[in-house]
């Protein structure tokens, strides 16, 4: 499990960019007091007032730490440091803790996680973890590069991991450490354009946020996983709407207001030409079909494809439903469904509300059944638990300092097809009758715990591989 562990952090590693690309800044004049409007104003936190007769003074004089800000300008311009904040690098480290329990043994696993991150013309950074488990201690050095990813793991010698030497080795004139080398593609463009840096900072506007006065500065802090509860809510309201409407549109569907709302603010700030060149960085069949952006903005843009003649024709296929239309606003949903299940689902017989409301309620389940079975721990998981929560700090001048993340999921784990009684027991194979107690069966309880901050660096220093080596096609291959 260690190894694939060890696989999954590495492949993690471009998530890591995305993430905690939340975090990083470079120095803002005058940020977050200029009113600007960030689409975040009216879900800037329900925290309610602790009591507290606060300031409304925008530098915060006069708040005692700890109080939850009630003030809808002070609240808004907290907000808007955050939308505003400009993206180049941060440093970060953390923790993930994992323990299964069964009966009256425990395995216990540590996971202890450092680097940095550069958010330029491409996303680079690096990546330095251990696994400490009850026996051994392994290791992995991952480096994101523009022109892919290089990495190696390996049992430590000894309960000790000194990354400095391991960086030493990888130079070392004789007998170095070579490294392995792992394509990207399109994925470190992606992450590092405009548009989606700014649709990741526009994504707090979709949560209710609590800001708080904290010694030299605010934080902001939201539930995630309660507000994925608040949207899956407004989600089924659009869901409704197409039960009861079976000939609704493409246009019809942007028109919903769930919809609309959501593709506003995750859309804000962003200009249409941002927009169509994150879009070409996508399947390359749609690069030439595109329009040439005007000035405008993103979901202007993306609203005009839907009424555009000349792209449809040049995108939509010859055959029917596309024959039947003109531009994509005009699909309607029915066909929709119908191309993508080639004809076999109708989408009146698919009740989307409770569908739905059956992901929904399934949802922590599903996220809990997910992380378990990535560590390569079989079963059915019950009496599950989620939280994800994520807070940003600023300073007085309301300039992001950083973030922190902190994430639990734990459930029980049975084996598939053990039999459970009403009790939480289960029956024995041999059909005896005598109960065992859930200790004393197979079943586990699994807890993951993870822990991670990220301060805002204007240039963080990453680790120079000129002069590394990585196992080519023909051989070790010098990095120039």
Known sequence: MKKKILSLALSGLLAF?????????KPQENSGNNGANSGNGNNSGNGGNNGSNENTNNNGSG???????????????????????????????????????????????????????????????????????????????????????????????????????????????????????????????ILAAPATVKLLKNMASLFAGVVTKTEGGYSLAFDLAEGIEDLFVGAEAVAEAIDKTAAMTLTGLFSQKFVNDTLTSLLNGITAKELADFITLLPAELQTALPKPESGTAKDYLLGLLRSGSFYTAVAGEGEP??????????????????????????????????????????????????????????????????????????????????????????NVSENGEEQQPDGGTQPEDG???????????????????????????????????????????????IE
Not at 112 to 136: C, P, R, V
């Open 17 to 25: 960019s995305a993430v905690f690309g939340l975090a990083a800044c």
């Open 63 to 189: 708040i005692k730490p700890g109080t939850v800000i009630t003030d809808e300008t002070v609240k808004n311009s907290v907000f808007s440091a955050l939308a505003e904040a400009e993206i180049e690098g941060l440093t970060y480290s953390g923790s993930i803790n994992l323990s299964v329990v069964q009966g009256a043994m425990t395995q216990a696993q540590k996971i202890t996680l450092e680097g940095a991150f550069q958010l330029d013309e491409d996303a680079e950074g690096d990546l330095y973890l251990t696994i400490d488990g009850e026996d051994d201690l392994l290791y992995l050095l991952g480096f994101l590069r523009k022109d892919g990813v290089y990495y190696t793991m390996g049992d430590a010698e000894g309960k000790t991991v000194d990354f400095s030497a391991l960086k030493a080795d990888l130079k070392a004139e004789t007998d170095p450490l070579i490294l392995e080398k792992g394509e990207t593609g399109p994925a470190q463009s």
């Open 322 to 411: 596309w024959t039947n239309y003109q531009t994509f606003g005009e699909v309607l949903l029915s066909d929709v469904v119908s191309v993508l299940t080639d004809g076999e689902v109708e989408l009146g017989s698919l009740k989307l509300k409770e569908m739905l409301q059956d992901f929904a309620e399934g949802f922590e389940n599903r996220i809990v059944s997910l992380l378990i079975d990535l560590l390569s721990i079989e079963g059915t998981v019950t009496e599950e638990d989620f939280d994800l929560a994520v807070t940003f700090s600023f300073d007085d001048d309301k300039k992001l300092l950083g973030l922190a993340l902190d994430a639990l999921a734990e459930g």
């Open 432 to 478: 005896s009758g005598d109960q065992m107690t859930a200790t004393e069966s197979s079943a586990k309880r699994v807890h993951i715990g993870l822990k991670v901050s990220a301060t805002c660096a204007q240039s963080p220093e990453l680790f120079d591989l000129k002069g590394c080596q990585y196992q080519g096609e023909n051989g070790a291959v010098t």
